[in-house]
């Protein structure tokens, strides 16, 4: 018990908390280095990945470490249901940049122009890895690596580019940004190297994000309906880049 956890609070600080089975999958599935993970109950949690993730339960086993559940909530602010947590190291922002500002590119980037919910962010980021985009790129102050935004985002974070950059640092491409007074997107293909950009969930698209845009596009949303949530955006938007062709994959 004393290894896993004297290395848990030697590297805390600096590494990124994956916070249940699946986020601690997904980074292993997508790559990720892994220095320490605990479980309550090696059995339930090595169970689980028979059942779930099979081609990764090797691995788990060889990383996980059974500690006391007393031990477990002293390590995690908000122990998972899975009682299975780990400490990731997050992926070196210089490659993350390469990638983004690669070109051409085969899916587009994302980019939440100052978003304000830990949560919405990390829904977007999950969707996105889903859909292949290249990145997810955030400005403002919200950080897309907090805890609670992996843990939105079930570890999928290792599976695509998420960097905090100003827009005058954003990827280059034509910049489709979400907008109600934008073109219907029902009649438009998004290329392969949008930027597809989207305002905060209260106050929309910032002053300086408009004046970057290269195309204001708009949801179909039947009248008196003010806004849809911030992930569904996201999600209509590369299911609708996905299905039109435009998809590289």
């Not at 051409?104 to 122009?113: K, Q, T």
């Not at 843990?151 to 954003?170: I, M, S």
């Amino acid at each position: 018990m004393t290894g896993p956890v004297t290395r848990w609070r030697e590297r805390a600080a600096a590494c990124v908390l994956l916070d249940g089975f699946h986020a601690l999958k997904h980074a292993v599935r997508f790559g990720a280095e892994v220095p320490v993970a605990v479980t309550t109950d090696r059995s339930a949690a090595l169970a689980l990945a028979d059942e779930l993730a099979p081609d990764v339960r090797d691995t788990l086993d060889t990383l996980l470490a059974e500690v006391p559940e007393a031990v477990y909530a002293t390590l995690v602010p908000r122990p998972h249901p899975t009682a299975v947590a780990a400490l990731a190291v997050r992926p070196s922002r210089r490659a993350n940049l390469e990638k983004l500002a690669r070109v051409p590119r085969s899916a587009p980037v994302v980019v939440l122009d100052n978003p304000r919910n830990l949560g919405n962010a990390g829904a977007v980021i999950r969707l996105a890895a889903g859909f292949g985009a290249t990145g997810v790129v955030t400005t403002g102050t919200l950080d897309p690596w907090h805890p609670t935004v992996v843990r939105g985002g079930a570890g999928l974070h290792f599976a695509t580019a998420v960097e905090r950059l100003t827009v005058a640092e954003l990827p280059p491409g034509p910049v489709f940004a979400l907008d109600p007074e934008g073109e219907d997107l029902r009649g438009l293909k998004l290329p392969d190297d949008a930027v597809l950009a989207f305002g905060s969930e209260r106050s929309g698209l910032s002053a300086e994000l408009r004046a970057r845009t290269d195309h204001l596009v708009s949801l179909p949303m039947r009248p008196q309906v003010s806004s849809y949530n911030l992930a569904t955006s996201a999600a209509m938007t590369l299911y609708h880049w996905s299905a039109t062709g435009c998809a590289s994959a």
